[in-house]
């Protein structure tokens, strides 16, 4: 029996004839120490991953932080020394390695908060340190920003970032802190390219000024407030809180869409969420109500034992949405209790009827036919 063909490495190693270009885009889609491992494979391969655009430090375990921070030193000065300085994403997600936050680097402060060429900016699990509003920020190209569990030093430390970010598009905080009240008094302008803005579980101060240009909005507001006209905002995703939404609806002249939430992980402090108590219709219905809205979703209907604030509210927009087309309700309590509620109620709306309720526990929709 004869022996088959023997196959020479280049035959094999076909990947390796691709162009520069196709390369450095499938290294793109790796994290960063992967991309940086296939340097040893052959000579073809060994500055490649200095020209990815995308630098992601995510999955990328270890169990000491100094360490950490020196690899990703060394791995910028690696790629400022083969003469690249371009980075279009910068990604870092330290959740996978330590409970512990990181500090931020005056090498990776200056390096990614100065890069005229960064659109992608995504940061977690990261102490901003004393000295953050001192660093050179510099991100006139940046339209992604999101930071998730970040910790800064002074109040307004966040309002210094903002505000040099002049075209950014989407912006998400979840679980921002701050250590000190201190405010370097930075003020921060209207981020007027802003289309979508997450803010979520933020314990610091988000300027509601710099938001109102959006057009998706998802936050959580306290009574104290101080909020622009959201002349752009078409789609709201807001937690329960009558005070709070009397005021926010009036704010919102073009509103389409609604979505309400309760929270439900931790304890309801100091009665934030009831006002079932001082509910007082308004003398005037919210102009988009009479002239936009045309979803509703109620998330957590009953939940805590709100039921009859979560029914009033319902019925409030059921009674005064002359364009409302569905109406869709997550609830907590049986069927017929709700049923029994809701669908006896006014509408104002004549695009507007029931269809169909899923049980307890599960989906109520109200759907146009």
Same mark, same amino acid.
């Given at each position: 029996?004869?022996?088959?063909?023997?196959?020479?490495?280049?035959?094999?190693?076909?990947?390796?004839?691709?162009?520069?270009d196709i390369l450095i885009q499938i290294l793109s889609s790796l994290p960063t120490k992967q991309a940086f491992l296939t340097s040893i494979l052959s000579k073809r391969w060994k500055h490649l991953w200095f020209f990815v655009p995308v630098i992601d430090f995510t999955k990328t375990k270890h169990s000491d932080s100094r360490l950490f921070d020196k690899f990703?030193?060394?791995?910028?000065?690696?790629? %400022?020394?083969?003469?690249?300085?371009?980075?279009?994403?910068?990604?870092?997600?330290?959740? =996978?390695?330590? =409970?512990?936050?990181? &500090?931020?680097?005056?090498?990776?402060?200056?390096?990614?908060? &100065?890069?005229?060429?960064?659109?992608?900016?995504?940061?977690?699990?990261?102490?901003?340190? !004393?000295? #953050?509003?001192? @660093?050179?920020?510099?991100?006139?190209?940046?339209?992604?920003?999101?930071? %998730?569990?970040?910790?800064?030093? $002074?109040?307004?430390?966040? %309002?210094?970032?903002?505000?040099?970010?002049?075209?950014?598009?989407?912006?998400?905080?979840? =679980?921002?802190?701050?250590?000190?009240?201190?405010? !370097?008094? +930075?003020?921060?302008? &209207?981020?007027?390219?802003?289309?979508?803005?997450?803010?979520?579980?933020?314990?610091?101060?988000?300027?509601? %000024?710099? /938001?109102?240009?959006?057009?998706?909005?998802?936050?959580?507001?306290?009574? &104290?407030?101080?909020?622009?006209?959201? =002349?752009?905002?078409?789609? /709201?995703?807001?937690? @329960?809180?009558?005070?709070?939404?009397? $005021?926010?609806?009036?704010?919102?002249?073009?509103?389409?869409?609604?979505? #309400?939430?309760?929270?439900?992980?931790?304890?309801?402090?100091?009665?934030?969420?009831?006002?079932?108590?001082?509910?007082?219709? !308004?003398?005037?219905?919210?102009?988009?109500?009479?002239?936009? /809205?045309?979803?509703?979703?109620? +998330?957590?209907?009953?939940?805590?034992?709100?039921?009859?604030?979560?029914?009033?509210?319902?019925?409030?927009?059921?009674?005064?949405?002359?364009?409302?087309?569905?109406?869709?309700?997550?609830?907590?309590?049986?069927?017929?209790?709700?049923?029994?509620?809701?669908?006896?109620?006014? $509408?104002?709306?004549?695009?507007?009827?029931?269809?169909?309720?899923?049980?307890?526990?599960?989906?109520?929709?109200?759907?146009? /036919?």
């Open positions: 029996m004869s022996k088959p063909p023997e196959t020479s490495t280049e035959e094999v190693d076909r990947i390796s004839s691709l162009p520069d990703v030193d060394s791995i910028l000065c690696l790629r %400022k020394a083969a003469g690249n300085n371009s980075i279009h994403s910068f990604i870092w997600d330290d959740e =996978h390695i330590s =409970h512990n936050w990181a &500090t931020i680097t005056p090498k990776l402060s200056n390096t990614i908060l &100065t890069c005229t060429t960064l659109v992608v900016l995504k940061l977690s699990y990261l102490y901003m340190g !004393p000295a #953050f509003c001192y @660093y050179p920020i510099i991100l006139p190209s940046l339209k992604t920003l999101h930071l %998730k569990d970040i910790k800064f030093d $002074r109040y307004g430390d966040l %309002k210094c970032l903002l505000g040099y970010c002049p075209v950014i598009e989407d912006l998400q905080l979840y =679980h921002i802190s701050y250590l000190t009240f201190l405010d !370097p008094n +930075r003020c921060c302008e &209207t981020l007027t390219k802003l289309i979508r803005a997450d803010i979520i579980e933020c314990n610091c101060d988000v300027p509601m %000024k710099a /938001l109102s240009n959006v057009e998706f909005l998802r936050i959580k507001l306290y009574k &104290t407030f101080n909020s622009p006209t959201f =002349h752009n905002l078409t789609h /709201l995703v807001l937690s @329960y809180s009558w005070g709070i939404v009397q $005021r926010v609806l009036y704010l919102c002249p073009k509103l389409q869409n609604i979505e #309400f939430y309760q929270k439900i992980q931790g304890s309801i402090r100091d009665h934030e969420f009831v006002y079932g108590q001082n509910w007082v219709l !308004p003398k005037f219905v919210p102009p988009c109500l009479s002239l936009s /809205l045309k979803t509703c979703s109620m +998330r957590d209907f009953g939940f805590a034992g709100l039921q009859h604030e979560h029914t009033m509210l319902a019925t409030y927009i059921l009674n005064n949405s002359s364009v409302l087309e569905t109406m869709s309700i997550w609830c907590f309590r049986k069927r017929s209790e709700i049923e029994r509620e809701l669908t006896s109620c006014s $509408r104002a709306s004549a695009t507007f009827c029931y269809k169909d309720i899923a049980g307890f526990g599960g989906l109520m929709n109200y759907v146009s /036919l």
